[in-house]
T-cell receptor, first 107, second 117 residues
């Protein structure tokens, strides 16, 4: 069993839909990270959170430390949101990655 | 500020050949990471450097993989000889410093996509 599990693995949506990606982890952490990876490989950090909720534009990330669960929400999805979204956790200076959720948003 | 640079972006080789990847981290970043990302999986840490010293290489297949960061700046990752299962994206990341027990944001390069035929 992976230390970081994401669901769903693949997700398709119509432009404008509300998107939720879930992440569960089984290890102790100091922070949870949501990352975005576009075709071509580069990874960009979206959020780092250790409690509560963070919002940036149309993206919202929440974490429940007791349940070891986090969600990434995208409101009013757009085709440019199409990417792989990766959940990762850190305790010290290392990241443990989930396998990612491939999101495709169609016009 | 320039990001993490990697080259080449793509490489196709035959099995048993050798290949090398290059990474130039963000200026001033002391910590450098090499990850292997197989299609459909999350990145897996291969090796972590702090300046020119190795912090963690526990998941580096040392019979065929090697990495160095001689002057504490640029780094190269080599595979010799390559196997089919080495086909993956090799990502380099850097962070500002390594403080015991704390996390510093990692900045990723664009990756090198390796195909072994």
């Amino acid at each position: 069993k992976n230390e970081v599990e994401q669901s769903p693995q693949n997700l398709t949506a119509q432009e404008g839909e509300f998107i939720t990606i879930n992440c569960s982890y089984s290890v102790g952490i100091s922070a949870l990270h949501w990352l975005q990876q576009h075709p071509g490989g580069g990874i960009v950090s979206l959020f780092m959170l250790s409690s509560g909720k963070k919002k940036h534009g149309r993206l919202i990330a929440t974490i429940n430390i007791q349940e070891k669960h986090s969600s990434l929400h995208i409101t009013a999805s757009h085709p440019r949101d199409s990417a792989v979204y990766i959940c990762a956790v850190s305790d010290t200076d290392k990241l443990i990655f989930g396998t990612g959720t491939r999101l495709q948003v169609f016009p | 500020e320039a990001g993490v640079a990697q080259s080449p972006r793509y490489k196709i080789i035959e099995k048993r050949q050798s290949v090398a990847f290059w990474c130039n981290p963000i200026s001033g970043h002391a910590t450098l990471y090499w990850y292997q990302q197989i299609l459909g999986q999350g990145p897996k840490l291969l090796i972590q450097f702090q300046n020119n010293g190795v912090v963690d290489d526990s998941q580096l297949p040392k019979d065929r993989f090697s990495a160095e960061r001689l002057k504490g700046v640029d780094s190269t990752l080599k595979i010799q000889p390559a196997k089919l299962e080495d086909s993956a994206v090799y990502l380099c990341a850097s962070s500002l410093s390594r403080l015991a027990g704390s996390y510093n944001e990692q900045f990723f390069g664009p990756g090198t996509r390796l195909t072994v035929l």
